[in-house]
């Protein structure tokens, strides 16, 4: 029963009565009017299932990405008993020891030191001088689609193409790229809402597995230095910024899972999107030039493949008239927060032209995406050599969701010529 209205919202258990259920297949594949009630009668409230504290404005959600009363960990200021928190399940330590040294789950002065020495790897003109690599293994991997006349254009685009790219970036060697996707399925299903004993078992085997592959790789760059960003690190583990083995680790598992999970799943998502609303597909399609680049954007926000980015609350704060204490876990809405009427005009509808489209798909302040350049420019270039080569590229049969709802995406895209 929700409690009664503080400011404007609601606290206790108002979630109950919204539609909100994340483990619901349902509400996976379609939470949107769960999120529209939310944020006109529960825009901040307790959900007792995780013990988070629900966030579905998009002025809110924007808001306390940028502040730092609110952190990705507490550890940096806290021990757990001093902030009401349970310290980790040490047979979950492996996994624990890999994410908690990686980019998005450190703070400053860490966080600002990691940051600094991967961002050259991120910069424009990095990131341009990929181009022509990325298009052209855009166009192979489209081509080879055409070439089957059609199939799960998940697993024959989406997902190979950003696993290449920064596999190459990285330096993995070609014949050990099929390793990569398996091990960072199995660690990202940590990031679901109360993950079950066994996605637990397998997030610590592939933390392990990951780790140990990755050393023997910096091992490798440490005899032998080439120009991939793995040498990079370790040439700057040398130098003044000192550099850990378990950072490099960490931060080479971040760059690969981050790299690629969010490419994956807008294509997926932006495409069933497209064929959703087929006036949107024939536009683009008419104006491929003018319009991949507000398109890509646009399916960022439309179906957005994080819905969900989580926060530690490190002092007392007040959102949208509601107190949230200390030692309380936030959940960022950005599924909902992308389709707020309040910042963005006719939400639910795809609009591949829309020019005011500040989504927070890849999040905001410190921790904003280091690699959405990289992102936009695999999807632009996916798209773009799908729109161009395959122009009567059509769906077979409509796609099943994956169970996960934090990082939501399809099971497969069946698609014909």
Same mark, same amino acid.
């Given at each position: 029963?929700?409690?009664?209205?503080?400011?404007?919202?609601?606290?206790?258990?108002?979630?109950?009565?919204?539609?909100?259920?994340?483990?619901?297949?349902?509400?996976?594949?379609?939470?949107?009017?769960?999120?529209?009630?939310?944020?006109?009668?529960?825009?901040?409230?307790?959900?007792?299932?995780?013990?988070?504290?629900?966030?579905?404005?998009?002025?809110?959600?924007?808001?306390?990405?940028?502040?730092?009363?609110?952190?990705?960990?507490?550890?940096?200021?806290?021990?757990?008993?001093?902030?009401?928190?349970?310290?980790?399940?040490?047979?979950?330590?492996?996994?624990h020891t890999?994410?908690?040294?990686?980019?998005?789950?450190?703070?400053?002065?860490?966080?600002?030191?990691?940051?600094?020495?991967?961002?050259?790897?991120?910069t424009p003109?990095?990131?341009?001088?990929?181009?022509?690599?990325?298009?052209?293994?855009?166009?192979?991997?489209?081509?080879?689609?055409?070439?089957?006349?059609?199939?799960? =254009?998940?697993?024959? %685009?989406? +997902?190979? @193409? &950003?696993? !290449? /790219?920064?596999?190459? #970036?990285?330096?993995?060697?070609?014949?050990?790229?099929?390793?990569?996707?398996?091990?960072?399925?199995?660690?990202?299903?940590?990031?679901?809402?109360?993950?079950?004993?066994?996605?637990?078992?397998?997030?610590?085997?592939?933390?392990?597995?990951?780790?140990?592959?990755?050393?023997?790789?910096?091992?490798?760059?440490?005899?032998?230095?080439?120009?991939?960003?793995?040498?990079?690190?370790?040439?700057?583990?040398?130098?003044?910024?000192?550099?850990?083995?378990?950072?490099?680790?960490?931060?080479?598992?971040?760059?690969?899972?981050?790299?690629?999970?969010?490419?994956?799943?807008?294509?997926?998502?932006?495409?069933?999107?497209?064929?959703?609303?087929?006036?949107?597909?024939?536009? =683009?399609?008419?104006? %491929?030039? +003018?319009? @991949? &680049?507000? !398109? /890509?954007?646009?399916? #960022?926000?439309?179906?957005?493949?994080?819905?969900?980015?989580?926060?530690?609350?490190?002092?007392?704060?007040?959102?949208?008239?509601?107190?949230?204490?200390?030692?309380?876990?936030?959940?960022?809405?950005?599924?909902?927060?992308?389709?707020?009427p309040a910042?963005?005009?006719?939400?639910?509808?795809?609009?591949?032209?829309?020019?005011?489209?500040?989504?927070?798909?890849?999040?905001?302040?410190?921790?904003?995406?280091?690699?959405?350049?990289?992102?936009?420019?695999?999807?632009?270039?996916?798209?773009?050599?799908?729109?161009?080569?395959?122009?009567?590229?059509?769906?077979?049969?409509?796609?099943?969701?994956?169970?996960?709802?934090?990082?939501?995406?399809?099971?497969?895209?069946?698609?014909?010529?």
């Amino acid at each position: 029963m929700a409690s009664a209205p503080v400011g404007g919202a609601s606290v206790g258990s108002a979630s109950e009565g919204s539609g909100f259920d994340p483990w619901s297949a349902a509400f996976v594949a379609h939470p949107y009017d769960a999120y529209a009630t939310l944020r006109e009668h529960a825009p901040v409230t307790r959900y007792e299932p995780t013990g988070q504290w629900l966030v579905s404005r998009y002025e809110d959600v924007s808001a306390l990405l940028r502040d730092r009363r609110l952190g990705r960990t507490y550890t940096h200021r806290y021990t757990h008993e001093e902030f009401g928190r349970p310290a980790p399940d040490p047979a979950y330590e492996p996994f624990h020891t890999l994410n908690d040294h990686g980019l998005l789950d450190l703070e400053a002065p860490d966080h600002t030191r990691i940051r600094r020495l991967v961002s050259k790897a991120f910069t424009p003109r990095m990131v341009e001088s990929l181009r022509p690599t990325v298009r052209r293994l855009a166009g192979e991997l489209v081509d080879g689609l055409l070439a089957d006349g059609g199939g799960d =254009l998940i697993a024959a %685009v989406a +997902e190979p @193409l &950003p696993v !290449a /790219v920064i596999a190459e #970036m990285l330096g993995v060697p070609e014949a050990d790229r099929g390793l990569l996707r398996p091990w960072s399925a199995d660690i990202t299903g940590m990031f679901e809402l109360n993950p079950s004993a066994e996605t637990a078992r397998r997030a610590v085997t592939a933390s392990t597995e990951f780790s140990d592959y990755l050393r023997g790789l910096i091992r490798e760059r440490r005899a032998h230095p080439g120009e991939d960003l793995i040498s990079g690190l370790v040439a700057a583990a040398e130098g003044t910024d000192a550099l850990t083995e378990q950072e490099m680790v960490s931060t080479c598992v971040l760059l690969l899972n981050a790299g690629h999970e969010a490419t994956v799943n807008t294509t997926g998502n932006g495409w069933w999107a497209l064929f959703r609303n087929p006036a949107q597909l024939a536009l =683009l399609r008419g104006s %491929v030039d +003018e319009l @991949l &680049p507000t !398109a /890509v954007e646009e399916l #960022m926000r439309y179906d957005t493949p994080l819905q969900m980015f989580e926060r530690w609350v490190l002092e007392d704060i007040e959102v949208a008239g509601v107190t949230v204490p200390r030692g309380s876990e936030v959940a960022l809405l950005f599924g909902s927060a992308n389709r707020d009427p309040a910042r963005f005009t006719a939400p639910d509808r795809l609009d591949v032209a829309r020019a005011d489209n500040p989504h927070i798909t890849f999040g905001a302040g410190i921790h904003f995406c280091l690699g959405a350049p990289l992102a936009r420019m695999e999807l632009t270039e996916s798209y773009g050599a799908l729109l161009r080569r395959a122009p009567g590229l059509r769906l077979v049969r409509e796609p099943a969701w994956r169970p996960g709802y934090v990082i939501r995406g399809l099971e497969e895209l069946i698609v014909e010529l």
